[in-house]
Every structure is written in structure tokens, then in C-alpha cells.
């Protein structure tokens, strides 16, 4: 039996929401100077930077081990605010999960 579902976040965050979704997009390397911690790195593989299609790695630590996963570009929608990431490999969809899809979307808080 296969486990499936969402995990949905709300986060708060100092920032508009067109300028973290810009990082997320153009400069993802600068979440390794904002949490180093966590991310170590954000390398870009194929494609062009924040391009539909391109693919990046992530160097990161999740529970205490560092880890890296590879994502494609799936979808950005500007106008909504949206970036879809397509995990296609790396530890977490060997390790854990069969596929998976992470999106990030803001909204104004109201």
C-alpha cells in the first residue's frame, strides 16, 4: 500500500512574497547564505536559471544527514505567485517517497 497525501505549510515570512519566490526561482543559492544550516548549496545542471524544464540539484541537511535531490522546473505562474518543483531524484525519492512535488506559493497576508 503506498502512502499519498499533502503537507500543507503556512509560513510568515519578512519578505514580499514576489521577492522569495524570485529566490526561489533566479537565485536559489542564496538560501545557503540565508540558512546554512539547512542548505548547502543550489547548483544549476541543465536549462537556464529559473527557466521551465531547467534542472538544479539542493545539498542540504534533513534529520541530521546531508542529502541532495534532484528537481526540474515544472511550472511557474507569476501572476498567482507559484513555483512547482518535480523531485526526480536524489535521497528523498529514493529513501522515502516514490514522487514528489513541491510547491511554493504566496499570498498577501490579509
Known amino acids: 500500500m503506498a502512502l499519498s497525501g499533502k503537507l500543507i505549510c503556512f509560513l510568515e515570512i519578512s519578505k514580499k512574497g514576489d521577492v522569495f519566490l524570485d529566490i526561489f526561482r533566479y537565485n536559489p543559492d542564496e538560501f545557503s547564505a540565508i540558512c546554512p544550516h539547512k542548505v548547502h548549496a543550489c547548483e ?24 541532495i535531490d534532484k528537481a526540474i522546473i515544472e511550472a511557474v505562474d507569476e501572476e498567482k505567485q507559484k513555483i512547482v518543483f518535480d523531485v526526480i531524484g536524489g535521497d528523498l525519492v529514493e529513501d522515502k517517497y516514490k514522487t514528489m512535488k513541491v510547491i511554493f506559493h504566496t499570498e498577501k497576508k490579509v
Do not use: M, N, P, Q
Not at 50 to 65: D, I, R
Open 44 to 67: 544549476l545542471i541543465e536549462g537556464d536559471r529559473g527557466a521551465v524544464g531547467s534542472l538544479v540539484h539542493w545539498h542540504y541537511t534533513h534529520e541530521g544527514k546531508k542529502k
